[in-house]
């Protein structure tokens, strides 16, 4: 098994983020209404799946893994679109910045 694929299975936060990434849901561009709908996902799973999410994206959006990596990590979870990795580092830093402002933490 690819080693991304075992830490996205390993993170339910992140699965339920990137399984409501559905082509469908490109209509709610721009991407802050994008990532607010996604994160309404991961919300209605509860508390500790909100968590995972959190602790799950400052694990990974480290200086020291490169967006490679990430964009990586993305492909191995069930989004139905690719992000690429000249774009990807901002846009999980843009999406754990509006979970941690929804949480209001």
Known sequence: MNIMREHVINSPGFRAFTRAMHQDILVFEPRERLIDACL??????????????????????????????????????????????????????EALQKLRDRRGS
């Open 40 to 93: 309404g996902s991961v919300f209605a799973k509860g508390p500790e799946v909100v968590t995972d999410l959190e602790n799950f994206l400052v694990r990974w959006l480290v200086p020291s893994v490169s967006d490679k990596q990430l964009a990586d990590l993305w492909s191995a979870g069930e989004a139905d679109f690719f992000v690429t990795e000249y774009y990807i580092r901002e846009f999980l830093t």
